[in-house]
């Protein structure tokens, strides 16, 4: 009978001695979460579906700092399309989907993550350039700039994330002690260049470039506020002008600030202790992280009239009818 009972807990009971066992967390927890992370899910690519159709549908919306947006939720929607659903089962049930598709989830993980961070890095450039340079912001960053950056980065997070792990994609399942199982595993030497290619020097550039916008646009603002009485119609346009730049440095600013906020406590964990990185504490990190996919549109949402008023139409189904592209939104 005890023999029978350790068989029924097995992945695959009938590999007695090469089977792992199934997960055995509370049945209330495993619900929970479930739901929990499904409903991310669902929200993480509804909403970034919409950011990603608004932006590209609309003419006015292809602007250069759109572009990066739209390639931020293009990462996001990968997280919320494969790699959360990925996660729920990892965490609830055995691997049963294989060797090449664990690897191809790990690899997909690492590219959305390193697509995310990269991209976060040109938004700080894009506002550092907008605040601190703005007589020759529209002459350095024009929309095909943007649009070669971003082909970089997607392409040179491609080319990364297949180093990193090449002993992984070249040897599906090497990592793992038991069928049933999806593990990660990375070198010494691959790991601190991962430490230093994808969070030190990326969050060393993000915020000594903020940093300096942050002292850059106070100082405007109290130019302005200081002026305002005493200014030309002529000026009055600059001054609207620098206004709109200011919030939305502001608005990225807190993009930026919800992103670091998620993304550092994961790494922190798992460099105070690299023992305890599959203890509970660490899922519960991780969740944060991915979690910051969900927010980034609702962000959108709270500071941007027109990513409003492009759902609207979207949702609507006004973008079916003929010359719907150049509507205007803002």
Wanted: aromatic fraction near 12%.
């Amino acid at each position: 009978m005890m023999e029978m009972e350790d068989q029924s807990e097995l992945c695959f009971p009938q590999l007695i001695n090469i089977s792992c066992r199934k997960p055995t967390s509370h049945w209330s927890e495993s619900v929970v979460l479930t739901v929990l992370l499904s409903i991310i899910c669902i929200f993480t690519v509804v909403l970034n579906l919409l950011v990603i159709i608004s932006i590209s549908h609309f003419r006015q919306l292809h602007t250069p700092t759109n572009l990066l947006l739209l390639s931020l939720s293009v990462s996001d929607f990968l997280v919320g399309l494969l790699a959360i659903p990925a996660e729920i089962y990892s965490k609830t049930s055995c691997w049963t989907l294989g060797d090449v598709l664990c690897s191809l989830w790990f690899y997909v993980s690492f590219l959305v993550t390193s697509v995310s961070v990269g991209t976060m890095v040109l938004i700080s450039a894009d506002r550092y350039v907008a605040i601190c340079d703005p007589l020759h912001y529209n002459t350095k960053v024009t929309v095909r700039r943007v649009q070669l950056c971003v082909c970089l980065c997607w392409f040179s997070s491609f080319l990364y994330c297949g180093i990193i792990l090449k002993d992984l994609l070249a040897h599906p399942g090497q990592y793992k002690s038991c069928n049933g199982e999806c593990v990660l595993g990375i070198d010494y030497y691959a790991g601190v260049a991962d430490l230093v290619v994808t969070v030190l020097l990326p969050l060393s550039i993000i915020i000594t470039l903020y940093m300096r916008v942050f002292v850059v646009a106070v100082s405007q603002a109290r130019a302005m506020s200081s002026h305002v009485t005493s200014v030309t119609l002529q000026h009055s346009v600059t001054v609207r002008a620098k206004k709109s730049e200011l919030k939305a440095a502001r608005t990225l600013g807190v993009l930026v600030l919800v992103f670091l906020v998620c993304f550092c406590p994961y790494y922190i964990f798992t460099l105070a202790g690299g023992n305890g990185i599959m203890s509970s504490f660490s899922k519960y990190v991780l969740y944060l992280f991915e979690f910051n996919s969900c927010l980034n549109p609702l962000i959108y949402a709270l500071f941007y009239p027109w990513f409003r008023r492009a759902v609207r139409r979207v949702v609507t189904l006004h973008i079916l009818q003929p010359g719907s592209r150049g509507h205007n939104i803002l």
